[in-house]
């Protein structure tokens, strides 16, 4: 089966500049990821997507990132405007529906988009 | 919130010797515990998963880990290293409840020939 999409695979933006990173999940899978990870550290979660709603995006830089998966599918991630610390890898993941009862938390990772900010 | 502490950043190892990569715990629930592979330029990779089942888990390449509550660890090992497994390793903990994965700072593995 086909794996997690995403694109660009690279980015090089100026500071201030906005910059969209596009996923498209395992076929199927209701629940969709955004990760940040710096140099040398883990990924560490933006936000969770179910289907289209938001599960989770505590750890989301509201003032300027946002995400959207308007047709629970695909997804974008935004950042405007984009600062020297946003430089990092973005990786979405994608795992199968919650059922009732049970999580099915195996999750399915794409190869990520290097995001450099100068 | 649940958490995990990869206590060594870096591991060297000659071809052909045992691998051991630590990772140990924090969880107010009963957690998934996972480890995942991430070669240069690649996705992460699924290597094994611990889900409440057995305490020794296999996984792929032929690396295990085993769950061991009383020390809140689940280390990583092979029996012999092999070239193709020079990557960075990541030790993740999830609370079963809404999915929420932590995951460890990684662990650099190298391979001397």
């Known amino acids: 089966e086909a794996g997690v999409a995403q694109s660009p695979r690279y980015k090089i933006i100026e500071k201030r500049q906005s910059v969209a990173f596009w996923c498209n999940p395992i076929s199927g899978h209701a629940t969709l990821y955004w990760y940040q990870q710096i140099l040398g550290q883990g990924p560490k979660l933006l936000i969770q997507?179910?289907?289209?709603?938001?599960?989770?995006d505590s750890q989301l830089p509201k003032d300027r990132f946002s995400a959207e998966r308007l047709k629970g599918v695909d997804s974008t991630l935004k950042i405007q405007p984009a600062k020297l610390e946003d430089s990092a890898v973005y990786l979405c993941a994608s795992s199968p529906s919650r059922l009732a009862g049970y999580v099915t938390d195996t999750q399915y990772f794409g190869p990520g988009t290097r995001l450099t900010v100068l | 919130a649940q958490s995990v502490t990869q206590l060594d950043s870096h591991v060297s190892v000659s071809e052909g010797t045992p691998v051991l990569l630590r990772c140990n715990y924090s969880?107010?629930?009963?957690?998934?515990l996972f480890w995942y592979v991430q070669h240069p330029n690649k996705g992460l990779q699924l290597l094994l998963k611990y889900t409440s089942a057995a305490t020794l888990v296999k996984g792929i390449n032929g690396f295990e880990a085993e769950f061991k509550k009383s020390e809140t660890s689940f280390h990583l090992t092979k029996p012999s290293a092999h070239m193709s497994d020079a990557a960075e390793y990541f030790c993740?903990?999830?609370?079963?409840?809404?999915?929420?994965?932590?995951f460890g700072a990684g662990t650099r593995l190298t391979v001397k020939p």
């Open positions: 969880s107010s629930y009963s957690p998934s």
């Open positions: 993740v903990v999830s609370d079963r409840n809404n999915n929420d994965m932590r």
């Open positions: 997507f179910q289907n289209n709603g938001v599960v989770d």
